[in-house]
């Protein structure tokens, strides 16, 4: 037997759809107030004009740690809705994008965060708030330990937990069906 030499065990890894690492969330809450030094509230036309053309979803704003997802090919999608600014991310398989899953999962990553420029915005400096009308551009939303916007949320959605959902959603709506049919009569 030859010691000290090299050995390496290579393992065939393949994610199946159960192994999809789905994260969904609210980056921006609109007409949420946030208050720390001032109150800042986003109106609900603020995306209406704003560059959201390359978008990177980042954990904590770093630079220095690896994305999680991008628009760009298309593992990010930014959906502008009533409530607010919706993300849904699908994760690649790495070490550091299992590791914030995993995170976001237990619920010890539960916030969100956006990194942008503002077009317009009003102050009042006599009640210290701040609305902010118009983003320009949108550079990235990021999952966070401690976001300014308190109302934000991300969780993790396995495709067993969305099928669950659909299901869920399914029978409701032939029951809301069923309810309206016999009221009719």
């Known amino acids: 037997m030859i010691k000290n030499k090299k050995e390496i065990r290579l393992l065939d890894v393949r994610a199946t759809d159960n192994a999809e690492m789905t994260i ?5 809450i609109f007409d949420s107030p946030a208050t720390h030094c001032w109150t800042e509230t986003i109106t609900k036309d603020a995306f209406d004009e704003c560059d959201m053309t390359d978008v990177c979803l980042k954990y904590n704003h770093e630079d220095n740690f690896l994305l999680l997802a991008r628009t760009r090919n298309k593992s990010l999608e930014l959906i502008v809705d009533d409530k607010g600014l919706k993300i849904k991310a699908k994760l690649i398989d790495t070490t550091s994008n299992r590791d914030i ?3 976001i999962q237990s619920g010890l990553l ?3 965060s956006f990194a942008f420029t503002v077009a317009d915005d009003e102050w009042n400096y006599e ?10 551009k949108l550079f990235d939303v990021s999952v966070v330990d401690v976001p300014f916007y308190d109302t934000t949320e991300v969780f993790a959605r396995s495709k067993e937990e969305y099928n669950k959902e659909k299901e869920r959603y399914r029978k409701f709506k032939f029951e809301k069906e069923k309810i309206e049919l016999l009221c009719k009569l």
Do not use: L
């Open 110 to 112: 539960d916030k969100m």
């Open 24 to 28: 969904e969330g609210y980056a921006v």
């Open 127 to 136: 009640e210290n708030t701040r609305t902010i009308k118009k983003i320009d």
């Open 101 to 103: 899953y995993k995170s």
